[in-house]
């Protein structure tokens, strides 16, 4: 298993997440999207996984309404997100192709 927690300090769920790997003693690599973005092609490993890019996106993000995120095409939103860090949904936790958004343990069970 080779986990990356993409996430936020300050996140609670990003921070609950490590910690449930850390209990299963399970090492990861944890990225603070606030020091350092994604690249685009961890970007697109994750987009395999969703429904589409506005599930990456947190609309409740302090730089959601400054970045002007909602108004843009999708090829512009890609670029928003890999500017910014701090617009993502966290936690991201990648597992090779896999991938999840958010707190999702009945997920990440399956990967163990």
């Known amino acids: 298993m080779n986990i990356q927690i993409f996430g936020l300090n300050k996140c609670f769920d990003t921070k609950k997440a490590q910690r449930y790997f850390k209990e299963r003693n399970i090492k990861f690599q944890f990225i603070d999207l606030a020091q350092k973005s ?18 990456l996106i947190n609309e409740k993000s302090k730089s959601y309404e400054k970045s002007f995120i909602k108004y843009v095409q999708y090829e512009a939103k890609i670029e928003k997100l890999l500017e910014n860090g701090e617009l993502f949904r966290t936690p991201i936790v990648r597992n090779g192709k896999l991938s999840t958004v958010g707190y999702c343990p009945e997920i990440w069970k399956t990967w163990e």
């Not at 994604?38 to 599930?55: I, P, Q, R, T």
Request: avoid cysteine.
């Open 38 to 55: 994604m690249s685009k092609g961890e970007l697109n490993s994750v987009l395999a996984n969703v429904d589409s890019l506005d599930d």
